[in-house]
């Protein structure tokens, strides 16, 4: 790990340099960044400076994020699969403790549940602009 320690001997979180993340590409990043926000309980990172264009949540600890970026040409991938249309290139995975529970939270917040669900003990869940997403326990 690179960066400034500190007096005990470990590196500032907001010092390292081996930041890593993943970025979604949407519509309108802080709308995006919000529903993560509501949904995984994580702040927006630098609220004063996120806007439409790019957002970051804070994961609290160590040094991943999930960021947002707009794309004014995203188009939704299609779940399940379909041959030649936009396929999901990766999707989130979220490990909860009351899986009905955390879905019916996210459909509050505007998910939305497809009919096709692969496997038991997971559910697959499109979020507001249509990227998948599973809640497991």
Known sequence: MRGRRTADGAVDR??????WGVVLDCP??????RFYSDLLGWPIW????ADEHGAALDLGEGVGYLSFQRDPGYEAPVWPPEVGRPRMMMHLDFEVSDLD????????????????QPQDGV?????PVGHPFCLYS
């Open 14 to 19: 907001w010092q390292r340099a081996d930041w």
């Open 28 to 33: 309108d990043a802080l709308s995006l960044a």
């Open 46 to 49: 630098r609220p004063e400076s």
């Open 101 to 116: 529970a955390a879905v019916d939270h996210a459909l509050e917040l505007g998910a939305s549940l497809p009919e096709h």
């Open 123 to 127: 559910r697959v869940l499109l979020d």
